[in-house]
């Protein structure tokens, strides 16, 4: 089974915090769509994999029409192989909702629907940028539950330098009210290039400390698990049966074509990209844009053991002795330390995170890289 991603790259304006590729020149939208379908009839003869997962994100998917979302969502079933039960996901932006856009939505084939909600505090969303505001939030979700939508995901920023724990356990309040099947929450990072890194360097904003990260970091947890969420990846939650089909083949390694400017595949161990360049891929000049390189032994196994450790589920050791039969005795004497300090466990044959350890995870991932 495979999945599809799909890089919308539009935007009507920039978020503050944001390093995703994207441009606000929504006259290119066009010529974007007709050289989007070309990329997929060219690329689709060369994967013969079945499609289990679709994912339109962003960019801001829901700035295409409902025509050509439909004539996309056709265009796919006509060119690749489909297996009988597709998760089709795509991301919208809240005060692109209505009632007849989530219809059209439905109506289509779409059946999940992601919500960049972000904060339903009016402060946070106007410092970040975005475009919504709370009251736009909480009826996005709400139309989307009266529309029919029954896998729905919305994402949160924690970590906000401008805000603190009271403001971010009312924005979990709100998360829990609203009964959604799926949350994304992630820390605020200042990214190189954003204009929020720019304000960081200026000392506009200053990083909120380790402490209080921590402690909105167990807040998220506890508000997801109380509501009657699973923790099934470091940033990720899910009512039973509702984990994102397509984030978990990324997570499992399985193999997934990234189609349109900006976005990533990965296919037969090896990594390959477009880079974000609309001028070049709405020429059709895909050689122009393209990257690719081939997994190391080394490059497959640190993957392993990031995407491992990010999920509950955890490292397969079995597997990692099978595959990397030279690396696994290194690695056992390497997660002693982690181990004796509680932030990791090895428990029927997985080596996983605790609930401590999974805030410390990038950290003790990068004690388990092995340097090419
Ligand atoms: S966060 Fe989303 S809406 Fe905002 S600029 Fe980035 S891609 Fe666009």
Not at 148 to 173: C, H, M, Q, T
Not at 204 to 209: A, D, L, N, T, V
């Amino acid at each position: 089974m495979a999945g599809i991603y799909i890089h919308v790259p539009f935007c009507f304006t920039r978020c503050g915090y944001c390093d995703f590729y994207k441009t606000t020149r929504l006259n290119q939208m066009k010529p974007y769509f007709e050289s989007l379908k070309e990329e997929i009839r060219q690329r689709s003869s060369h994967f013969c994999e079945k499609i289990d997962t679709v994912y339109l994100g962003g960019g801001t998917p829901s700035l295409l029409s409902v025509e050509l979302l439909s004539e996309l969502y056709d265009w796919l079933l006509k060119h690749f192989d489909f297996s009988d039960n597709v998760e089709w996901t795509i991301e919208v932006n809240p005060d692109d909702i209505t009632p007849a856009f989530l219809h059209s939505l439905l109506y289509t084939g779409f059946n999940r629907i992601s919500i960049g909600i972000q904060s339903f505090k009016d402060e946070d969303l106007r410092q970040m940028g975005r475009r919504h505001n709370a009251a736009q939030a909480v009826s996005a979700v709400e139309l989307a539950q009266k529309s029919g939508f029954r896998n729905i995901s919305i994402d949160l920023i924690y970590g906000l330098p401008w805000s603190n724990e009271v403001a971010f356990a009312d924005n979990l309040k709100t998360m829990q009210e609203l009964n959604v099947q799926h949350l994304s929450a992630y820390h605020l990072t200042f990214e190189s290039g954003t204009p929020f890194y720019a304000l960081l360097k200026k000392g506009f904003y200053k990083e909120i400390s380790d402490e209080s990260s921590l402690m909105q970091y167990q807040m998220l947890r506890k508000a997801a698990l109380d509501a009657g969420f699973e923790h099934y990846e470091v940033s990720n939650f899910c009512m039973p049966g509702f984990k994102s089909r397509h984030n978990s083949s990324y997570w499992k390694g399985e193999p997934y074509i990234g189609l349109g400017p900006g976005s990533h595949s990965f296919y037969n161990n090896t990594r390959s990209w477009n880079k974000g360049n609309l001028g070049l891929y709405n020429a059709k000049n895909y050689e122009a844009i393209h990257g690719q390189e081939s997994l190391t032994p080394i490059d497959r196994f640190n993957e392993r053991i990031m995407l491992g450790l990010r999920t509950a589920e955890g490292v397969n050791l079995t597997q990692i002795k099978l595959n990397f039969p030279d690396y696994f005795d290194n690695l056992i004497r390497q997660v002693q330390i982690r181990i004796q300090q509680k932030h990791l466990v090895i428990e029927d044959g997985f080596l996983r995170c605790t609930a401590d350890g999974w805030f410390l995870s990038d950290a003790i991932i990068e004690e388990l890289f092995l340097v090419n």
